[in-house]
Nanobody, 125 residues
Framework: QVQVVESGGGLVQAGGSLRLSCAAS????????VAWFRQAPGKEREFVAH????????YYSDLVKGRFTISRDNAKNTVYLQMNSLNPEDTAVYFC??????????????????WGQGTQVTVSS
């Protein structure tokens, strides 16, 4: 059974921080890549960040580079997204996606096999 669940969203003032978590009910051997996407009202889903499960360096969208940090805890089957210096443009539903292979391109949503239901992030001005 594979299940992906996001948590940690909420309401924050501009300039503040939030930490999102993505917990997957799968073994470590079943996942090779994890990514975060987001979708704002009236906009298309866009790539945020990617990390390999067993190695490699994180990859970020230019929209969040320098502000967001993606990390993993293999023992907990959990990936985190630390979001700092948030602004209203970051308001969106954030989705966690996991892939059975590293895949290519990392920024394409169809690269991934398992998706969570999303967690709402709202940044007020």
């Amino acid at each position: 059974q594979v299940q992906v669940v996001e948590s940690g969203g909420g309401l924050v003032q501009a300039g503040g921080s939030l930490r999102l978590s993505c917990a997957a009910s799968v073994g470590t051997l079943a996942i090779r890549a994890v990514a975060w996407f987001r979708q704002a009202p009236g906009k298309e889903r866009e790539f945020v960040a990617h990390i390999g499960w067993t190695g490699g360096t994180p990859y970020y969208s230019d929209l969040v580079k320098g502000r967001f940090t993606i990390s993993r805890d293999n023992a907990k089957n959990t990936v985190y997204l630390q979001m700092n210096s948030l602004n209203p443009e970051d308001t969106a539903v954030y989705f966690c996606a996991a892939g059975k292979s590293w895949g290519s391109p990392a920024t394409n949503q169809y690269t991934y096999d398992y998706w969570g239901q999303g967690t709402q992030v709202t940044v007020s001005s």
